[in-house]
Nanobody, 121 residues
């Protein structure tokens, strides 16, 4: 059974940092992604990383502030978030693709339950 379990969300002041983790089990995935959804908005791409070569891609809004990484031995992917802004407030979802996986949510096959990140001003 495939499971993606996120952790690490919480409340932080603007300018602060958080690290999200996503532990995967049940399958080997081609790539992982992080998406987020703020109240009243559509789910949007944040970052993605491939299994082979750890090739990364980021949304323009988080470039230079967020870093995605993975530990293949632990089947875990991380999202280090620095210089957080109130507009980063959202539920963050970990997702995994069996093949491919880029910026479209439809690229991904499995999703975690989400973790809330709240950035106060």
């Amino acid at each position: 059974q495939v499971q993606l379990v996120e952790s690490g969300g919480g409340l932080v002041q603007a300018g602060g940092s958080l690290r999200l983790s996503c532990a995967a089990s049940g399958r080997t995935f081609s790539s992982y992604g992080w998406f987020r959804q703020a109240p009243g908005k559509e789910r949007s791409f944040v970052a993605t990383i491939s299994r082979v070569g750890s090739i990364t891609s980021y949304a323009d809004s988080v470039k230079g502030r967020f870093t995605i990484s993975r530990d293949n031995d632990k089947n875990t992917v991380y999202l280090q978030m620095n210089s957080l802004k109130p507009e980063d407030t959202a539920v963050y979802y970990c997702t995994a693709a069996l093949a491919g996986g880029k910026t479209d949510p439809l690229d991904y096959d499995y999703w975690g339950q989400g973790t809330q990140v709240t950035v106060s001003s």
